[in-house]
């Protein structure tokens, strides 16, 4: 009985840590975002934008708001497209994209990152 338990919790186990490409964090993004159990670093297209691409402005100019979350205890930061846009002094956006890292799920970031002029 002892060494059943033990491999329930070994499988158990091996099922989170291993589950990383199958875990899909997307919200309502049809992209989605692939999470990894202990590490994750992604880039991924913007979609619904806060604000509307504009497909003849260049890219001449970018511009990067971030937003940090700790343990889920504390988050703080502006990861915002406007944020982004003021960084850069952006008026019209070509693109956005979201960079997500995660470290164990202990730090997570995103930023999003805006294309314009």
């Known amino acids: 009985m002892k060494v ?3 491999y329930v ?10 589950s990383g490409c199958a875990i899909n964090l997307g919200g309502s ?8 159990s202990l590490y994750t670093q992604v880039t991924i297209p913007a979609h619904d934008l806060e604000v509307a691409a504009d497909g003849t402005a260049k890219a001449s100019k970018v511009g990067k708001s971030t937003c940090t979350n700790i343990l889920g205890l504390i988050a703080s930061g502006d990861c915002g ?3 982004a846009m003021r960084s850069a002094n ?3 956006v070509q693109s956005v994209d979201f960079e997500y890292l995660s470290i164990l799920g202990i730090i997570t970031k995103r930023t999003t990152v805006v294309r314009g002029e």
Request: cysteine-free.
């Open 4 to 6: 059943n338990f033990v």
């Open 9 to 18: 919790v070994v499988l158990g186990v091996f099922s989170v840590l291993f």
């Open 29 to 36: 993004s049809p992209v989605g975002i692939p999470m990894g």
């Open 90 to 92: 952006i008026s019209r």
């Open 81 to 83: 497209t406007d944020a």
